[in-house]
């Protein structure tokens, strides 16, 4: 029976967020290799079960190997250089990698073609990979006013987590209106261009953002009229 040190995928993502915050360094320090104790853990697990590691089971694992890819291949490059099988395990580990990010996508568009909702953590994975086609199907959600107003602001949170989002105004009539309040019968401030970017300056009410105009005037736009810029 294989020993594992599994790790929580809250605890994965908190890890993630901190090395995140530290990329700067990271690039300021090339020939230093910052590696934390889990991610050696996995180094070590991964590189000596290469050949019998799960999809299901070692999620966790290889969603830290495909996520800190660079350190923890460096790590084992290093502790592992006179093993004479080094790079024949780290080719098949590459190639685990790409059919698990391959495995996850398939997983997340079967969720959305069934239920029209995501959720798991192999969204979670994607979602810390920042991925576009997962930002996509997020969208779609988001904007499907059919669809559980509950699962719906879920889906805003998961796209948070993507940095400087960005969005347009996209209409079929070639502009749309900014309204006073988050009502179709409420006045109209600005008419703003289809393709015009807008900054969102509250997305608590899903169906209408409160988003402020390229003039500066601040309003309410129904999220049908917005597309996010992917």
């Known amino acids: 029976m294989r020993k594992k040190n599994l790790i929580g995928l809250s605890l994965l993502i908190f890890m993630f967020s901190l090395s995140a915050c530290s990329g700067q360094d990271n690039k300021e320090n ?8 889990t991610e050696m853990e996995t180094a070590d697990f991964i590189y000596k079960n290469y050949n019998i590691l799960n999809f299901e089971d ?12 660079y350190e923890i291949r460096k790590y084992i490059q290093e502790k592992y250089k006179n093993d004479i099988h080094l790079k ?11 059919s698990f990010y391959q495995y996850s996508v398939k997983g997340i568009n ?3 073609k069934n239920y029209k909702y995501l959720d798991g953590p192999f969204l979670d994975y994607l979602v810390l990979k920042k991925d576009d086609h997962t930002k996509e199907l997020l969208w779609k959600i988001i904007k499907d006013t059919s669809l559980n107003l509950d699962n719906r602001k879920e889906m ?3 796209l948070k987590q993507y940095p400087n989002n960005k969005f347009i105004i996209k ?7 900014l309204r006073s309040e988050p009502s179709a019968s409420s ?14 300056k509250n997305d608590n009410n899903i169906d209408w953002w409160n988003v402020e105009s390229k003039k500066g005037n ?6 049908s009229r917005i597309q996010i810029i992917l």
């Open 110 to 112: 079967d969720d959305y």
């Open 156 to 158: 805003l949170i998961k």
């Open 88 to 98: 024949y395990i780290l080719d098949e580990l590459e190639k685990l990698r790409v």
């Open 30 to 37: 090339k020939k230093k290799l910052i590696i934390n104790t």
């Open 171 to 177: 209409d079929p009539d070639g502009y749309s209106n």
């Open 218 to 223: 601040i309003g309410f736009i129904h999220i």
């Open 187 to 200: 006045v109209i401030i600005e008419k703003i261009k289809s393709n015009e970017e807008i900054n969102v």
């Open 58 to 69: 070692d999620r966790e694992e290889l969603s830290l190997w495909d996520l800190k890819n």
